[in-house]
């Protein structure tokens, strides 16, 4: 059977250690000038429901750089947008490609997809989870700030998919987080209890984005408004007002935090331009990160 990434949480804490230590080995080696064949005449397929500029690009360039090929499909052209049965679908693709790379909307698309499917699933984002990001995301955490365990993160708005995954991995690895949410926008309560079950540090949700920054080691943003939610934008834009990463908000936060953002950034919302392009914020290193993660996750699940 294969391995398929839908979710951290079936995942050990060994495994996705391995796959963060596996992505800095191959980017040090990228860097050594090294060259990566391990994934030579494999291919994979990249199903995109959701549009996407940098987790579509990181994922080509991951599999380009183990040697193999990537085959592109968007939204009009699978058979997502013409309702063939996702059974179908994925045991046909089983027959054509080595993994399939999934965004789209519902969590139930990539589940029942590896269901059916022989070959690795892998979830480049759902409403739900969005796993690689955040494994991209512990990646930077651990080069600039050393093994997790010992850290606080402080999650900073919307409690959505980031949001659900920073969880999951806080349950499985064992570091404190904190999560600022206003009311109504809290991350998915099943989540939450089950990755608190688990966990030997606090996993705590509070309203105020100061409480939460201070004495944090990171501090995560991301958009108020994700795809899908756009006629929300107005309401939004009101409700998250108090949660903007801004300077005055860093200033309760030790000197030497950092912070992270999966971009795009939408500037002068829920991040300031002045943060976004300061020392403390590492969002772009975050950036290159993804495409090392991404190479580590294909290289075990493929090969």
Not at 98 to 110: E, N, Y
Not at 239 to 252: D, E, K, P, R, T
Request: with cysteine; net charge negative.
């Amino acid at each position: 059977m294969p391995k398929h990434l839908l979710s951290l949480q079936n995942f050990s804490k060994e495994e996705l250690v391995f796959f963060i230590e596996r992505a800095i080995q191959l980017k040090r080696e990228r860097q050594q000038g090294i060259a990566h064949q391990q994934l030579a005449g494999r291919t994979v397929g990249l199903i995109f429901e959701k549009p996407s500029t940098r987790t579509r690009v990181s994922f080509e360039a991951a599999m380009y750089g183990l040697g193999g090929r990537v085959i592109f499909l968007s939204a009009r052209d699978t058979q997502l947008a013409r309702s063939e049965p996702l059974k179908d679908m994925a045991r046909v693709m089983s027959r054509y490609v080595d993994a399939m790379v999934v965004r789209t909307f519902g969590q139930h698309v990539v589940e029942e997809l590896a269901a059916y499917s022989s070959v690795p699933v892998i979830n480049a984002l759902t409403d739900l989870h969005h796993p690689c990001q955040i494994l991209s995301d512990i990646m930077t955490v651990y080069e600039k700030k050393g093994p997790l365990e010992a850290l606080k993160i402080a999650w900073v708005g919307d409690g959505n998919n980031m949001a659900n995954s920073w969880i999951e991995a806080a349950g499985k690895i064992g570091f404190e987080l904190i999560l600022a949410c206003p009311e109504g926008y809290e991350p998915d309560a099943e989540i939450l209890a089950r990755s608190r079950a688990g966990a030997i540090r606090p996993i705590t949700v509070v309203r105020e984005p100061e409480r939460a920054v201070a004495e944090a080691d990171v501090i995560n943003v991301d958009v108020w408004a994700s795809m899908g939610q756009e006629e929300e934008q107005v309401e939004r834009l009101e409700v998250f007002s108090a949660y903007q990463v801004n300077a005055a908000l860093l200033a309760g936060a030790p000197a030497d935090s950092i912070v992270l953002h999966c971009l795009p950034a939408h500037r002068g919302e829920e991040i300031t331009d002045e943060v976004l392009e300061s020392r403390q914020c590492v969002a772009f290193d975050q950036a290159e990160n993804k495409m090392h993660i991404h190479k580590a996750i294909l290289e075990k699940l493929i090969a």
